[in-house]
Each structure stands twice: as structure tokens, then as C-alpha cells.
């Protein structure tokens, strides 16, 4: 049974840092390309992040591009995703998905994902 666990969410001043971290379960983490989603309030699920099984190629929408780095450590089954310069626009909660190397690959349906972790930006 595949489990994703998401942590490291919290409250954050607009231009601060944050590091969530997804512990993995039940699957053969190495083998998949895993991405981390965001929902905001009152919107859609948006694709974050995304990044190729062995953690050579990376992914991002224009949104967070230049501040947040995905990466993942395999032996520990663990991705993570360094957020940097938050903005209250960054407020969300935040997913980790077994899958959705690209944003065009992530199928919002059917991808396994977490319980999320929520990630607010304020002063």
C-alpha cells in the first residue's frame, strides 16, 4: 500500500524559508518520478514540482521557478522540497505525488498522493 506522509509545513514571514519533507512507504521509491502539488484556498489543485527517479532532472512551474529546489534522497525513501522568498501567494496546502514528473504527467485522479501539509505565509 503506497503511503506518502508529508511534514514541515508551518507558519512562515513573507521572505522566509521552509523545508517539507514526504517519507515514503510501499512502493519502489527509486523507481518513480515523484512532484509535490499545492492547493490554495478557495482553488484547484496546482502542479508544484516535479523530479525524475534518480534525481537528475528537475521540473517546475513558473510560479515557484528560481525558489523552490524538489529533490529526494532514495536510500532514505524521502523527497523533499526547498521553498525560499515565500509569498502569501505560496499559502497552500502542499502534496507530495508518486508520479508527475511534468505537470502534463500528473494525473490528479489517479497519481497516489498524501494528506498534505499545510505551508502558510504571512507577517
Known amino acids: 500500500q503506497v503511503q506518502l506522509v508529508e511534514s514541515g509545513g508551518g507558519l512562515v514571514q513573507p521572505g522566509g524559508s521552509l523545508r517539507l519533507s514526504c517519507a515514503t512507504s510501499?512502493?519502489?521509491?527509486?523507481?518513480?518520478?515523484m512532484s509535490w502539488v499545492r492547493q490554495a484556498p478557495g482553488k484547484g489543485l496546482e502542479w508544484v514540482s516535479g523530479?525524475?527517479?534518480?534525481?537528475?532532472?528537475?521540473n517546475y512551474a513558473d510560479s515557484v521557478k528560481g525558489r523552490f529546489i524538489i529533490y529526494r534522497d532514495n536510500a532514505g525513501r524521502t523527497l523533499y522540497l526547498q521553498m525560499n522568498g515565500l509569498t502569501p501567494e505560496d499559502t497552500a496546502v502542499y502534496y507530495c505525488?508518486?508520479?508527475?514528473?511534468?505537470?502534463?504527467?500528473?494525473?490528479?485522479?489517479?497519481?497516489?498522493r498524501g494528506q498534505g501539509t499545510q505551508v502558510t505565509v504571512s507577517s
Open positions: 505525488v508518486k508520479g508527475g514528473f511534468r505537470a502534463s504527467t500528473w494525473n490528479r485522479d489517479t497519481d497516489s
Open positions: 510501499g512502493f519502489g521509491f527509486s523507481g518513480y518520478a
Open positions: 523530479i525524475d527517479s534518480r534525481g537528475n532532472l528537475r
